[in-house]
């Protein structure tokens, strides 16, 4: 049962996380009619520029983190049963994401930053802008104390016992999280500060990116922690079914930790700075983070298997069948791997170092992240809000219609939004690009395909509108008493685990230890060689 | 017991098999990526293992000799282009040229000015010369007269060549304030809605790009003649087809106006 304390904070948390995301979704949708032939040019292309920098920024940084702290808390309450330590601190830290993003979009609205939420050196905004941004990390680093001091105090009242997997997995992608935004975090200490704010005139644009490629990818892993735990602990409990195995879970989660580091300059794979042989390592080390990939999807779809067998279904197919499939929760994590697959197969191109020539910089990369991140991640989000949401508000969630009707929505809209997006980048269309004359024969045919996509999004801002519905109504339903929250249980009971997987310090060594591997030389090597640095760009050019 | 179990101690499976699989990975992918395909990628020139390394870990080049190989290869051209391609001309080199230039006078004027329909080479920029020399010879780009003339010359003689008619004079270097002015708006501007970047901001007048040809004072006919092949692909030894995306581009019109342009100036 969540305190009321906790409740307040844990509200606070998702309802700044839906309005960022509801506001950057309308950007999203705004800067595709900008790039469909259903607009003329914007004779100002810097406007695209805002658009895309403050609905990157918000999706990237602000509307994920805030999920994943406020998921967090909850989890932390719920799943160790007992009172959040460092109440104070948690609003602290969630006081220092309000205010850093209100520093970093007060420039970006301004038009003085638009540098696109990967910054892009050596082009420099307004030093706000990157002080927000230093804001919202060490905001969100406070979270991570506090899941770790959570965890630390149940651990020493509970000797010997295991760690409850939802917490295990929470803290894990907490331990994620601090390390992976080390890398952005230094590249804006370092690098970019000391230019925005006039110390210094050039900086060294490959080491940024180096630096940048560190946060990058395992970024995406930290997005993706609030779904994967949602997977595990509370998609087998909502839809009937047993969590098919307790390790399985926890070696996936501490392969993460490990694996989703040391990967970044996948991102880089056409750079000049990183020779080919550490791009070769880092392809590697790619490839492995398949491993607890599969493990997940295999260990989700057996959980699935025992609820339609609890349920009766019989036969190789037929547990398919009698699955609850009027439970949102269900139809959710069904439309989550649909769309995780076909954005696997898409990713499989991105991994190999030559395919990747044809699709790179091209609209294929956004089609791609947005069926893999506003598709297969971000619906678990909203599973995950409606889950939580009576517990959250004491309040029935009972527009289970409306639900299902949005999640239909969200998932027939991002399939509309990105089939097309994907096939214009292989027809060359290259991203962040904020015009293109489809009377020139060579565009010509692409029109159509843009065109799609921004009907797709029209029902994707639709479906987020519902959504806000839901959880208003949510507020306004009549109180009930509630059942105590459960997390899923396994199929056996978890009595026993190897100290290995009821910690983090191996996992964590290991994790630095393959960083130092993977990025110390091209690092040493680009900070030690002379001339490496160009003239900053400043992003305001009348 | 649970508690008294170490976690980093040779007799804990979990230590010695995460820690021995995650080495032997990295192990593995290092030999493969740092040394075996370095040595077998058959074009890059390593030395040997060391060197072999230091290629794959991305240390720069530049303190190595890289030989600009003649052997025909694919692609449009096998000149590597870069702002040190050429040495500074010195006395020798441009008097060696002058040596050879008989050669080519016949054609290409007696000060390297053309009264033929041949172009003119006197200023033109000494890597815009060698580099054509080059690809002449390579077979990149095609031209009955030429191919045979630059089969028997070698890579000095080329810069030699180039050393010498670039120092000989054509006319006043064009300046970004007479590219303000006057010059059509695709010589100025370019058409960026059909991603042509003003002639200028390569050829001279905003920037001179390594490589790309001095235009004016170049013939009437020669100018069409090469941005029509260039448009058709009959040309195409430009490097990431530079030019032949340029051209591709231009209507009719535009490269009349554009080689008149240039020849009047
Ligand atoms: C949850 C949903 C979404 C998420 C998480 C998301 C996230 C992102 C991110 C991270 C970027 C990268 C910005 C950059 O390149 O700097 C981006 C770009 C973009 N997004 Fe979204 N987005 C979402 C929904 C949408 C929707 C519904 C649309 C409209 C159909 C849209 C349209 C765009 C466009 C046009 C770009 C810029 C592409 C370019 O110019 O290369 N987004 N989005
Ligand atoms: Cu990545």
Redesign the interface.
Known sequence: MLSNGSRRLILAHFWLAFAAFLLALVLGEWQMYIRSPLHD?ISNPELYYRAVTAHGSAMAYVFPLLVAMGFGYAIAELALKQPLIGLRWAWASFGLVVLGTVTAMAPVSMGLASVLYTFYPPMIGNAFFYIGIVLVVVGSWIWVALMGINLNAWKKAH??EPVPLPMFANVAGAYLWAWTSVGAAMEILFQILPVALGFKSTIDAGLARVFFSWTLHAIVYFWLMPTYIAFYVLVPRAIGGRLYSDAMARISFVLFL?FSMPIGMHHLFQDP?????????HA??TA?VSVPTLLTIFTICASVEIAGRLRGGKGALGWIAALPWKNPMMLAVAFSFVMLGFGGAGGLINMSYQLDFVIHNTQWVTGHFHLIFGGAIVIMYFAIAYDLWPHLTGRALESVRLMRAQLWLWFIGMLVVTFPWHFVGILGMPRRMA?F?YS?PALAPQAIYVTVTFVGGLLLVASAVLFILVLVRGHLANRITLPEFRFSTPVHATT????????F???I??MI??TV?NYG??IA?LMA?PQTSVPAVPSVVK | MMETERVFSLRNVWFTASVGAVIGIAAVAALIGFIWIPLEQSNKTVAGLWDAICTAAGVPESFRQVQQSAAPIAGPSNVIVSAQMMKPADGLSIGRGAALAPQCTMCHGVRGMSHADAPNLAGQHDAAIYKQLRDFKSGHRTSAIMGALVAGLGDQDMRDLAAYFAGLPRGPEATAADARHEAPVIVRNGSPMRNIAGCTSCHGGIDIKTGSPRLDGESESYLRAQLLAFATGARHNDIYGQMRNVARQMTPEEIDTTARFFAGR
Not at chain 1, 496 to 503: D, E, F, I, K, T
């Open positions: 040019w000797s010997g490990v700075q990183v020779g080919s042989g550490m791009k070769f390592m590697v080390f492995m015009y004359d020139h026993r685990v190897p100290v290995a997987l009821n910690s310090a191996l996992w060594a290991l230890g393959l591997v030389f091209p090597q060689l």
